[in-house]
Structure formats: C-alpha cells, structure tokens
C-alpha cells in the first residue's frame, strides 16, 4: 500500500513538472530586478545568456514599465531581431522605442523579410521609417513590396527570400549551387522550387529527397505531389487551411501572372491558425480580438466597454420580459427563486452548441451540406438534456416548495429553452456568417439574448397559465 502511495505522488509530481516544464523560472524576475538596480551589465548577460528569444520576450511582458526601460537601459544591446519577432504586438513599439538607433539597426538586419513585415505593419509611420532605414537596400525593397499587399493576404505572410531552380537542373547542379551561394540562403528552408523560364512554378523537391538522390538525376524527376501555389492575394486564413489540411511544409506564392515572388513556410502558417483561434477566443469572451495582458488600463478599458454595452440592453431586454409578469411573481414567489436557473442552462446550453458551430466554421467543417443533420443534432441533444434536466428541476420543485404544478411548469420550461437554446447555438453563427458578419463577434450577445428571452417567457407564461 505504501509503495503504491508512493507511486502516486511521483506521477502527480511527474505531471506537475511537465506542466511547468517550460515555464520561466520564478525567481528569475527577482534576480534580474537586483541586477538591474545594481547596473551589472555583465551579470545580466550571463544571467540572460541561457534564454531562448521567446523566454526573454516572455519576460520582457512580464516585468514593470519601469522595470523594462531600466533593463533596457543597460542592456539593449542583447535585444536582437528574434526577441523583437517574439514580443507581443502590443509592447513591440515601446521596445522599440527604448533601443538605440544603431541596436535597431543590427536586430532588423537579422530578420527575413517575413519577420520585417510582420514586425513593422502594426507600428507608427515613424517607426517603420526608422526600421527600413536601418534595412539594406534589397532587403528594403522586399519589405516594402510585401508591404503593398492588403493585409492579411499571402503577400504580407511570406518571405521574400526563395531557393529556386531550373526545372532541367540535375540534383548535383543544385547541390553545387546551394553550396556557391550559401550565404545567399534563407537561414530556413524546406524546398527547392522549380521554375519555368517564365518563373512560374512547376514543382518542388524536398531537401530529404534532394541529398539522397543521385547526382544525375533530374529534380524534375523527384518532385512531391503535394506541390501546391498559394496567389499573393489570398487572405492568410485561407493559407492557413491549405497547409492544415493538406499537410503542407512550405508553399510559393506566386502573383497575378502566376510567377514566383515568394514562399510561405509552416511556422508563418501555424501563427495564423494560432492567431485566428486567440481572436476566436477573444471574441466570444467580449474582450476585444487583440487583447494582452501588456495593454495599459484604458486600452484594456475600451476594448471590453462596447461588449459590457451590449450585455446591458440584452439584460434590459430580458428585464422588459420579465416585467410583464410583476403580478404572477407578486403571488408566487418561487417563481423570482427559479427563472434564474432556466435562463442560466439555457444560455449554458447555447454557449456550447455556439462554441462548437463558431470553431467548425471557422475550420470549414460546417457546410451547406451537413448544415441540416447538424441542426438536427443539436436540436435532439438540446431536447433529450432538456428533459433529463425537466424531471431533476420538476423532482427539486415539487420538494422544496411542495407544488407539483410548478414542478411541472419548470420542467416544461427547461425542455423548451434547453431545446432553443441547442438550435439559436448554431442557426445563429451561420446566419450571421452568411451576411459576411464575423460569427465570433457578434453571436454570442444574440444566444444569449435568445435564451434569456425565451427562458423568462417560456417559464413565466406557462406558470401564469398553469398555476393562476
């Protein structure tokens, strides 16, 4: 018995530790705030030196306004460009505007185009200025012909930095020139891209393939059938389902005539299934779709005002129901005691079936052609956890205050609501993505709305039809 006790607390401990396992170091903070008050540049060097970029961002987010500026202060030369890449989009500019000019300078330097781009689009004019200055002049003409492109298309999400060849070149001529012109290549890639003399895309050989063919064989011979291009234009979203689904590495961009101008890696992609899925989040929260816990007060203040808004008229509006029925609940007091319970699992019933409509639109799982079944299923899940919950709250009712009746009539009303609450939950999403309205922002004042309404009506005009 004791060495099974002892067994289970090393699991609970193994699974605490790989909970926190890439978690900063607690008293990492404390340190580094002692160190900065007693100006030891070179102890925070050394404290700093084991950090991965993203440990560093993560910590500069975490610390004080005045924290951050002192830290900076002594030690802005360990600020590079993937620290920058890493911050949240929020602090960037503040970061930025602490680092000297030259810092800046060498840090932007460092970066693909990709990561310049997605540094700068959020930034003032001034700033971006500043950092394409810092760019040498190719490098700067890349960043800004990504920077034409609408945001959020393919254009500002891939790099402009491309290994590329002829499609006739054998694999040893491509070994040779990767070898010639090595520092001319992205620090990252996943492919060769095959072109046409018009540099249009025809194929792409994976590096795995490419060092274990022989030297004479022709690339155009080892090409993988997951090839694909992605048009500048296309909204990121869009790019990010296409390497989600077909299990996609890398992809060229190709613009309006069809010739090469970039590629999109999977890292690139997975941010912006990362991004989309936070903004979802964000959205259905009512907390604004770029919020951080960087934000001062009255960003953070703005941002949840307008939905805290739209809460209070559907709070009025639920109000306005309830009003109609002051002399039924003046006679029956249970009744102000247990309308707060329908409303409540109805408008937690909608929240699921909404969370769920909300990610498989988002996902491109939800379609015209399985709209139908889907409806059904949530219909018939609200019903049957409407009547499971009917005859728990009609058991509950009959007990606590002795009237059958009014068993009864909560009961019919969780069945009622439970049910609409199933059906507003996802109709509601879909409408509301079919007039081009973002599902993730405005469907849940609606549910909830529906729910509160038909919960109060459903309960209190069958108690006044039932029970007076």
Known sequence: ?????????????????????????????GELKALVAA???????????????ADIADLLEQVSDGERAAWLGLWSKGIDGEVLSELDWGLREEVIALLPEQVLADAVRELDSDDVVDLVEDLEDEQIEQILDALEPADRVA??????????????????????APEHWTVGEMIDHLRAHKRDLPEQFYHVILTDPRMKPTGYVTLGRLLSSARKTELREIVEDSFRTIPATQ???????????????????????????????????????????????????????????????????????????VNLITAILA??????????????????????????????????????????????????????????????????????????MGVIGLFWFGNPMLGAVIAAAMIINLLVAGLAGILIPVALDRLNIDPALASGAFVTTVTDVVGFFAFLGLAVLVLL
């Not at 100006?39 to 970029?53: F, K, Q, R, S, W």
């Not at 770029?290 to 007060?297: F, G, T």
Request: proline share 2%.
């Open 1 to 29: 018995m004791a060495d099974q006790d002892d067994d289970t607390i090393l699991r609970e401990r193994e699974v605490d530790e790989g909970r926190d396992a890439y978690a900063l170091d607690e008293g990492l903070r």
């Open 39 to 53: 100006g030891d540049v070179a102890a925070i060097d050394a404290l700093m030196e084991p950090l991965h970029a």
């Open 143 to 164: 960043v800004e012909r990504a920077l034409a492109y609408p945001e959020e298309t393919a254009g500002r999400l891939m790099q402009r930095e491309v290994v590329h």
């Open 235 to 309: 909204h990121e979203d869009d790019v990010a389902y296409a390497f989600n689904q077909y299990h996609l590495i890398s992809a060229p961009v190709v613009d309006e005539d069809g010739r090469l101008v970039g590629v999109i890696t999977i890292d690139d992609a997975m941010i912006v299934l990362d991004e989309a899925a936070e903004e979802d989040l964000l959205k259905l929260a009512g907390v604004g779709e770029e919020s951080s816990l960087s934000d001062r007060v009255i960003e953070t203040t703005k941002q949840r005002f307008p939905w805290l808004f």
């Open 319 to 392: 109000s306005l129901v309830i009003s109609q029925f002051e002399a039924a609940i003046a006679q029956i007091v249970a009744l102000a005691v247990l309308m707060p319970i329908v409303a409540s699992m109805g408008g937690n019933a909608g929240t699921q079936s909404l969370t769920v409509a909300v990610r498989a639109i988002a996902t491109r799982d939800l379609t015209r052609s399985n709209l139908v079944r889907v409806v059904l299923r949530e219909g018939a899940v609200g019903l049957i956890n409407g009547a499971v919950f009917a005859v728990v």
